[in-house]
């Protein structure tokens, strides 16, 4: 990198004056080898593949650039070619041409693929922890955003065409396979099938088709014999195949499926892939009126200085990835538990955290994992509502039924009380006929009946709590603002970082890291953050 004489041409000593001071450029030219020494990147480079191109403190620098500025990998590069302040922070000559985006797109394959695919991340949380910023901070907020997908969604008959192509690409042998079996579609163009869209009949005799090709390729590639010889890609493509096939379509009206007649779905099955080219995107309701295709991005805050102190990028659907679940996760993975406190703390403080967050982590079981914990909750609880609706001033909600858990038993409204089975239901039944209060209570013929949460006790104490403790609503109001701001320089200025670059979990979570360290390194330069005598301090 650099042309002749390049030691003359140093980017720092000719125009460092002009970077601004306090800015994230201005810290990495001074201190990027200290923040990235050799050493953090020292198993990505094993003898036998050589030493990168790319010094390992320059290519560190311009991913934490990149992620924060939002950059794709040519305007990054182009970026380090062209912008002062990126040669300055990357300690390069003037006259430095840069070097191929694909070298960015190798530094982060060698992350991603690593057992510390977050280490960037993990040497600004180390900044953090010396400087003692969060020292007596004992408050984490957790929330999540919706990142948008790299790819766009697909419909059922252009992923079933594009399943089909991806198992010819990636399957010994399937385009000899392909081309004899198939007949809906000619799988060597990349388009839809020129039909009478407007035609339904025309419509499902071609997702009938499609399916029947797509079963016949998956057959003849899923028999045991034929199975054994195919490598993880090639099976991945095969099982893809499979999945798309039965996930949008079902047996047509008077079909079993047997005779070959399918239609599309008429539900939406519940964790749809919705894109072959990234098969780990979602879709996603954030809120009830509005979807997104793409991921979740979960993190945790401490809300005094906006520092992001952890975080996970998740597939947006499924109940392993609900927030409640990635919620309890993150704090356990906070690095200042109650186990390291100190013996001497006074009895009535308490012992682990103050975890803030909205009704998404308001489960009973993760309000239970967390008081297990030892960690003191403000979280929203979410809001019941009557079963009869909100047409009917007054309605009776799970609140208003007394539940008795040593007797096992609970007391409606009108005073009469019913057992709770072993699986938790509780039954009214005969006892709603002529109950004056029935208007209130339900609108079911055969009468009210309740299914009680393993955790009943904690959420009503929780529901409870946030109606009479005017304190705990002030702490939840007092912070979210700077919780709401922290998720807003996530996604960037006019949300230009909601949307990701790359396909899959595990390189988009590289990327929430890289984002997350970039703006904590921006923060803490705002708060002051310096290097005195070899120490990382705040000033």
């Not at 006790?457 to 701001?485: G, I």
Request: glycine share 10%; with cysteine.
């Amino acid at each position: 990198m650099g042309g002749a004489g390049s030691e003359l041409m140093d980017a720092q000593a000719l125009v460092g004056h002009l970077v601004r001071p306090g800015t994230v450029f201005a810290f990495l030219a001074e201190h990027r080898r200290e923040l990235f020494p050799p050493e953090l990147f020292a198993d990505l480079f094993p003898s036998q593949t050589g030493r990168p191109s790319l010094p390992c403190e320059v290519a560190a620098s311009v991913l934490v650039l990149q992620a924060l500025h939002g950059l794709s990998d040519r305007d990054a590069v182009e970026a380090v070619r062209c912008d002062i302040r990126w040669k300055v922070a990357c300690g390069l000559p003037l006259d430095d041409e840069g070097f191929h985006p694909s070298t960015l797109t190798y530094w982060r394959g060698r992350l991603v693929g690593s057992d510390r695919p977050n280490r960037i991340f993990d040497a600004v949380r180390t900044v953090v922890a010396e400087t003692g910023v969060l020292k007596g901070k004992k408050r984490r907020a957790l929330d999540s955003v919706v990142l948008d997908d790299a790819v766009a969604t697909q419909d059922t008959v252009t992923q079933l065409i594009a399943a089909v192509r991806r198992v010819g690409r990636e399957v010994p042998g399937a385009g000899e396979v392909i081309a004899e079996r198939c007949r809906a579609h000619d799988y060597t163009d990349p388009g839809k099938p020129a039909i009478a869209w407007e035609d339904q009949a025309a419509r499902e005799a071609l997702v009938s088709g499609l399916v029947g090709d797509a079963l016949a390729v998956v057959g003849a590639f899923t028999e045991p014999a034929v199975a054994a010889e195919l490598d993880d890609r090639a099976a991945e493509a095969v099982a893809l195949l499979a999945l798309i096939a039965g996930q949008d379509v079902e047996p047509a009206d008077g079909s079993d499926g047997t005779d070959g007649r399918w239609r599309i779905a008429r539900k939406v099955a519940a964790d749809r892939v919705i894109s072959v080219s990234d098969p780990q995107a979602r879709h996603v309701h954030k809120t009830v009126h509005h979807q997104q295709d793409g991921y979740k991005g979960h993190v945790v805050i401490e809300p005094d200085t906006g520092l992001f102190t952890g975080g996970r990028l998740t597939q947006a659907s499924g109940a392993d990835n609900h927030e409640a679940v990635i919620g309890v996760e993150l704090i356990a993975a906070e690095p200042d538990q109650p186990a390291d406190l100190p013996a001497d703390l006074p009895a009535d403080l308490p012992a682990g955290l103050e975890v803030l967050g909205d009704t998404a982590y308001g489960t009973g079981d993760a309000r239970a994992t967390l008081i297990a914990a030892g960690h003191t909750l403000v979280i929203k609880p979410m809001p019941l509502r009557p079963a009869v609706g909100p047409a009917i001033a007054g309605g009776f909600t799970t609140d208003d039924f007394t539940v008795d858990e040593g007797a096992g038993t609970v007391r409606c409204p009108n005073g009469v009380t019913r057992h709770i089975t072993t699986h938790r239901y509780v039954t009214f039944g005969a006892a709603c006929k002529g109950c004056p209060l029935r208007e209130r209570c339900t609108t079911s013929k055969t009468g009210r009946s309740l299914a009680l949460h393993p955790h009943d006790a904690l959420l009503r104490q929780a529901r409870r709590d946030w109606a009479d403790d005017q304190q705990l609503r002030n702490v939840y109001r007092q912070h979210r603002p700077m919780v709401e701001r922290s998720i807003a320089w996530l996604i960037g200025p006019k949300g230009r970082c909601r949307t990701l670059r790359y396909r899959g979990v595990r390189a988009n979570d590289v990327w929430l890291h890289l984002r997350m360290a970039g703006l904590n390194l921006r923060r803490l330069l705002n708060l002051g953050l310096t290097r005195q005598q070899g120490t990382w301090v705040m000033v």
